[in-house]
């Protein structure tokens, strides 16, 4: 029975984490705020006896903050390239002349 709950555990968290390879950071902060937020709703509802419930309230907390987390990294990251980009346009013009 451990033998089996453990396979399962392996097999459930290498495919989460190959379902990430692709996202953006938006969608990768959500997928983990959900997930995060879903076990701890439930913990903390299973403590008043509403374990579903809390769940879904961690869940949509979890989510969202991720969400906004993942977008303000994705935007901090732009703006550094963006930044990157106009210093290297600018020593690529330096060495034309």
């Known amino acids: 029975m451990k033998l089996t709950f453990l396979k399962l555990a392996v097999c459930g968290i290498a495919a989460v984490s190959f379902s990430f ?15 995060v937020g879903a ?13 579903g419930q809390g769940a879904l309230i961690g869940a949509a907390v979890g989510g969202l903050s991720g969400a906004l987390i993942g977008d303000a990294t994705e935007k901090q990251y732009e703006r550094g390239y963006d930044h990157g980009r106009q210093d290297e346009r600018y020593y690529d013009d330096r060495r034309r002349y």
Request: with cysteine; glycine share 28%.
């Open 21 to 35: 390879t692709s996202c953006t950071p938006t969608q990768k902060g959500a997928g983990i705020g959900a997930g």
């Open 39 to 51: 076990g701890a709703g439930a913990i903390i509802g299973n403590q008043s006896g509403n374990a």
